[in-house]
């Protein structure tokens, strides 16, 4: 559809939210063409910024009465283009929504609107002795909606829960712009849980316009400790080690040889240069709790084979760790011109084997790939580095990127631990679920959402689909290529 083929969506839009509020022109609606994940762009017909629940209802309307494909955007941070737009619709950014609406002490929570930045949230909070505990590498720009999208985790997630654990309550606007409000004060409340089956939903059931997050009282102590191993399957085996011996630390986050390199030499956080692989570890909670956690930790480091352990002495020295864990991204894009970042969960145990496979895998395409991630749950995140000019590139990183994916399936993960399906891993969703499943999916979508105007071609495959992937799949087997 062209800027003209819109003009009816188009001029309807500005009636209702403002003509400087509706983005059509080529040159203005290019910077929202793709999210965090580059290699998926595509142009709006228009842009809306939004900046009230009435904008959302109104456009809402508008999309629902004109048959206009529409996808929501919060900051854009997003790394499975969930947030890409349809070329034939209506872009709705939620950005320009950022009020912290309300903050609460007593009942521990904070209602904030949709493009609130999640840092933001925790800053308004301490003067409570209070913060909001899931952090996304991207907390310094990432939206509170678009962590509900995705159902964003971040390193504190495996002691304190991901964006559902920490949600409390959601206004949501359905594709016909009624207002809906799901979950409450209460902690259990009856029929179903309308309130988990929009985390990770990606926009596709409904619009979200405003978010009440449970607030988490600061810790009294955080002790930091980091420490090296001799090779990646020991830095994994104690990560499980730890776990089994009854201590949940607040964060436990892994680096591999790679990772560590291009960190260390971007942002000097002090990580050793020799070792395989690092563990970062927070360990927070009353001081005794926190001294014989330490203790414990120590000792099933040592027989894990960390060649070293360290406890940062002083708060700069274990701000300057996470730092370096935090820059992990940016770091790496210093290496190559293009990286790819992907996404998936394993059971803890099997962290080690996943990890060598993720190796002979990319010595199979020839790419380079760096690993930082959740240790604590099984989070990976593998960075494939590789250069958009070479004329195969992609593919080869789409190839690379489905058997790490697909190996998560077969050791009993799944294929998104924060980031969401989007078009990333819309081929992925054959293999991990059936057509049942799928089934039921599409159900669930059809009964919100009957048109498919929201965010289409995202996050759910159509049965047509899984059979065609799943039949490429196989002919890739069989003639040895994957």
């Known amino acids: 559809m062209t800027e003209g083929q819109g003009a009816p969506i188009i001029s309807a839009l500005r009636r209702a939210v403002g003509a400087g509020r509706v983005l059509s022109r080529r040159e203005q609606v290019a910077p929202f063409e793709c999210d965090a994940l580059p290699v998926y762009c595509e142009r709006p017909v228009a842009v809306v910024l939004a900046r009230s629940e009435a904008d959302v209802v109104a456009t809402a309307r508008l999309c629902h009465q004109h048959s206009v ?38 009942s521990l929570t904070a209602r904030v609107q949709p493009g609130a930045i999640n840092e933001q949230i925790s800053r308004a909070a301490a003067a409570h002795g209070l913060y909001y505990a899931p952090d996304p590498s991207s907390q310094i720009a990432c939206s509170i909606g678009g962590n509900v999208a995705e159902n964003a985790g971040g390193v504190h997630c495996l002691k304190y829960g991901v964006t559902v654990h920490n949600v409390v309550a959601l206004r949501i606007v359905t594709i016909e712009g009624e207002v809906l409000s799901v979950g409450g004060d209460t902690l259990a409340r009856p029929g179903y849980d309308l309130l988990a089956l929009v985390h990770g939903s990606e926009g596709c059931l409904g619009i979200v316009t405003e978010v009440t997050v449970k607030l988490t009282p600061l810790p009294e102590q955080t002790r930091t400790l980091m420490a090296d191993f001799p090779s990646v399957r020991a830095a994994s085996d104690a990560v499980s080690a730890i776990v089994r011996a009854g201590v949940i630390p607040a964060a436990m986050e892994m680096m591999d040889a790679l990772a560590i390199s291009a960190t260390e030499e971007f942002c000097h956080a002090g990580y050793a240069l020799d070792a395989a692989a690092i563990l970062i570890i927070d360990l927070d909670g009353a001081p005794d709790e926190v001294e014989a956690e330490l203790s414990l930790v120590r000792e099933e480091l040592g027989q894990s084979g960390a060649s070293r352990v360290q406890l940062a002495d002083r708060e ?49 395409y020839n790419l380079r790939v760096a690993n930082v991630f959740h240790a604590g749950d099984g989070n990976l995140h593998p960075i494939i580095m590789f250069n958009g000019e070479e004329a195969d590139a992609l593919k080869r990183v789409e190839l690379l990127a489905a058997d790490i994916l697909e190996y998560c399936i077969e050791v009993g993960g799944t294929i998104t631990g924060e980031h969401g399906v ?16 799928i089934s039921q999916f599409l159900a669930v979508k059809q009964a919100l959402d009957p048109r498919g105007l929201l965010n289409p071609d995202k996050l759910i495959p159509t049965l047509a689909h899984c059979q065609e992937y799943r039949a490429i799949r196989e002919q890739r087997r069989d003639t040895g290529n994957g």
């Not at 790819?340 to 496979?357: F, K, N, Q, S």
């Not at 989007?422 to 499943?437: L, P, R, T, W, Y």
């Open 422 to 437: 989007g078009m990333e891993k819309i081929n992925q969703m054959a293999v991990q679920f059936s057509d049942a499943e």
């Open 69 to 106: 494909p529409l996808v929501t955007r919060g900051a854009g941070t997003g790394l499975s283009a969930g947030a890409k737009p349809y070329g034939r619709g209506v872009l709705l950014v939620t950005a320009p929504m950022s009020e912290i609406l309300s903050l609460c002490p007593d």
């Open 316 to 364: 700069a020295q274990r701000a300057l760790w996470w730092k370096g864990r935090k820059s992990a991204f940016p770091a790496i894009g210093r290496l190559s011109p293009d990286y790819y970042c992907i996404d998936g969960t394993v059971p803890r145990h099997r962290i080690g084997d996943v990890l060598e496979a993720i190796d002979a895998f990319s010595h199979r």
